[in-house]
């Protein structure tokens, strides 16, 4: 696919001019067909054991050596997008490995998924959200626009996803479709492309915005209840009637009688309940953020190789200093396609009345009524340099804490204490946060391989997907 993209910035929002298109099906909405196109040929899963051998699993490579999504467990089953420019979708036994069935994709990159009741939804980076049944049938899918950079949730029979309008005002949305139909409840116009997911919790969807904003919106239909203006640079997280989100803050210090730029970024929350701006810092949680800053990141390792993938996919550099891409580039220090699909930020989760969240190389555990930072734990392997030494956000289950590492490592920590209980190295950078299911860890890593780690213990369980549930807010409390 090749593709040219010149998008510039009107008043009313972004508009999106889309020039040179060389492949027909973005001239018209692709329809649900067999698909023809050869799937590649996919390798047997192998035993896997850490370098101690204390933990042992299976993993699978996938073709393409592209980066994985989250996965998604259901009925027994891992669901997992072939990467980043692929195809495919897959299922595979949650126990072995085995392929259970591929489903085949008219457009690549497919997100991580959500699912519920026997129905699975994802989209596309190249423009369609597509809803099938765990058994790899379609159900329907809908062409919303180019490129599609975050991921949908599901709650209550309705799919929630945000895309580009961009054939016709331009404008970006999250729109509410009906699960089994795909008929359109309401949509909303947004100022830009969201961060990772919507999150849905009780009446209310919340999500952030690249250019900072975090909004509350009423599930029903679709009314504002809330916006806040704040460098926001995750998906907020609810909880005890309070929205937790982490946000950028640029200080201009004195080095050598010169001003520096520096970004940190910390913790903040405000009230769901009220309309009117009421945001509070947890002060005692900001950090330095070099990951933030564009100026920073723009020679990094991590960098490269996502201008690398935007490049496979047709967007080369064209994207790069767009109107579009310029919020994202100044809030969080992303400017391509595919590291606004790979990323997910600072993003807390509250468990057990604890906030835990991961902010560049450091996990921590903070008290989120007081903001007390109850344990913080850096997790630094080799070369990793401040801008890519980065974790993936957490996942908490059975008073334990799991995150992966850019490092290629799976850390798992004391929710207590932060003591690392154990480590293992897949080998291979982790971008996408695992699920935790039926005393088994699963992790999609960024050169096509996935891999089940057997903890030992039954009671991990419950983190089935990206966000712990299709509602992307953490284990139901």
């Known amino acids: 696919m090749t593709r040219r993209f010149v998008w510039i910035a009107a008043a009313a929002g972004f508009v999106f001019a889309i020039a040179g298109f060389s492949q027909s099906k973005n001239q018209t909405p692709a329809q649900p067909t067999t698909r023809a196109r050869t799937q590649p040929e996919l390798a047997n899963p192998v035993p896997f054991r850490s370098a101690d051998g204390r933990i042992t699993g299976w993993k699978v490579t996938i073709p393409g050596n592209r980066p994985l999504a989250s996965p998604a467990i259901a009925e027994g089953k891992v669901f997992v997008g072939g990467g980043f420019g692929s195809h495919e979708f897959y299922a595979f036994d949650a126990a072995t490995g085995k392929r259970i069935w591929t489903y085949q994709t008219a457009d690549d990159g497919p997100t991580a998924a959500a699912v519920s009741d026997g129905v699975i939804a994802f989209n596309t980076?190249?423009?369609?959200?597509?809803?099938?049944?765990?058994?790899g049938r379609p159900l329907w899918k809908k062409w919303l626009g180019d490129p599609l950079m975050s991921m949908p949730a599901i709650a209550d029979g309705v799919v929630y996803m945000a895309y580009p309008n961009s054939r016709g005002d331009g404008k970006y949305y999250l729109?509410?479709?009906?699960?089994?139909?795909?008929?359109?409840?309401?949509?909303?116009?947004?100022?830009?492309?969201?961060?990772?997911?919507?999150?849905i919790e009780?009446?209310?969807?919340?999500?952030?915005?690249?250019?900072?904003?975090v909004v509350s919106l009423n599930r029903r239909d679709g009314a504002k209840v809330w916006q806040e203006d704040a460098n926001a640079t995750s998906a907020p997280a609810v909880w005890n009637e309070r929205s937790y989100f982490s946000r950028r803050q640029q200080t201009t210090l004195s080095q050598a009688g010169k001003p520096v730029v520096q970004q940190t970024e910390l913790v903040a929350s405000r009230a769901i309940a009220a309309p009117q701006s009421g945001l509070q810092?947890?002060?005692?949680?900001?950090?330095?953020?070099?990951?933030?800053?564009y100026a920073k990141r723009k020679q990094s390792a991590s960098e490269r190789k996502s201008q690398?993938?935007?490049?496979?996919v047709g967007f080369g550099g064209a994207a790069k200093g767009s109107a579009v891409m310029a919020p994202a580039q100044a809030n969080i220090g992303q400017a391509s396609v595919h590291g606004i699909w790979a990323y997910q930020g600072s993003k807390s989760f509250v468990d057990n009345g604890r906030l835990f969240s991961s902010m560049g190389n450091n996990a921590q555990s903070v008290d989120p009524n007081t903001g007390k930072v109850n344990w913080t734990r850096a997790l630094r392997k080799g070369t990793d340099t401040a801008v890519d030494a980065v974790l993936t956000p957490p996942a908490i289950v059975n008073g334990k804490v799991f995150?992966?590492?850019?490092?290629?490592?799976?850390?798992?920590?004391?929710?207590?204490?932060?003591?690392?209980?154990?480590?293992?190295?897949i080998g291979e950078p982790i971008s996408f946060q695992p699920?935790?299911?039926?005393?088994?860890?699963?992790?999609a890593a960024n050169q096509g391989t996935l891999?089940?780690?057997?903890?030992?213990d039954p009671h991990d369980d419950g983190w089935l997907m990206w966000g712990a549930t299709a509602a992307h807010n953490g284990r139901p409390r």
């Open 451 to 456: 891999v089940c780690l057997n903890t030992n």
């Open 202 to 213: 009780r009446d209310r969807v919340y999500f952030a915005t690249v250019n900072g904003s």
């Open 125 to 135: 980076e190249s423009c369609e959200l597509e809803v099938i049944t765990t058994a």
């Open 308 to 312: 690398a993938y935007d490049a496979s």
């Open 403 to 425: 995150v992966g590492a850019s490092s290629g490592e799976v850390y798992v920590l004391s929710a207590q204490t932060g003591d690392v209980l154990w480590k293992v190295d």
């Open 175 to 199: 729109a509410a479709f009906d699960l089994k139909t795909g008929a359109e409840r309401w949509k909303y116009p947004m100022a830009g492309e969201i961060i990772t997911a919507p999150v």
């Open 281 to 293: 810092d947890l002060r005692a949680t900001r950090q330095n953020a070099d990951y933030l800053d």
């Open 435 to 443: 699920a935790i299911a039926g005393g088994r860890v699963y992790v």
